[in-house]
Nanobody, 126 residues
Framework: QVQLVESGGGLVQPGGSLRLSCAVS????????IGWFRQAPGKEREGVSS????????RYADSVKGRFTISRDNAKNMVYLQMNSLKPEDTAIYSC????????????WGYGMEYWGKGTSVTVSS
């Protein structure tokens, strides 16, 4: 059974950091592209960061470049999203997903995803 389970969310002050984790099971992690997505209240889901399966190409949405870092540990079946210099506009439910390809710009990444986690909540507020 394929599962993706996120953890590490919480409440953090602006400028702070969080590290999100995504534990995957039921498939071989390095066979899949992985994406982190977020959805803020009243807004559409957006791609945040992704890592492809074949060449491990890493991509970031412009809004998080220089602040977020995605990584993958195939041996542990874990994917991480290190988030630094957090801003109130980063507040959202963050989900990880696995699929066959990272397609197009961040707003289209979701179309290439096959499996989704339920998400973890991140709130950036003073």
């Amino acid at each position: 059974q394929v599962q993706l389970v996120e953890s590490g969310g919480g409440l953090v002050q602006p400028g702070g950091s969080l590290r999100l984790s995504c534990a995957v099971s039921g498939f071989t992690l390095d066979d899949y592209a992985i994406g982190w997505f977020r959805q803020a209240p009243g807004k559409e889901r957006e791609g945040v960061s992704s890592i492809s399966s074949r060449d491990s190409t890493i991509r970031y949405a412009d809004s998080v470049k220089g602040r977020f870092t995605i990584s993958r540990d195939n041996a542990k079946n874990m994917v991480y999203l290190q988030m630094n210099s957090l801003k109130p506009e980063d507040t959202a439910i963050y989900s990880c997903a696995a699929g066959w390809a990272i397609l197009g710009p961040p707003e289209d990444w979701g179309y290439g995803m096959e499996y989704w986690g339920k998400g973890t909540s991140v709130t950036v507020s003073s």
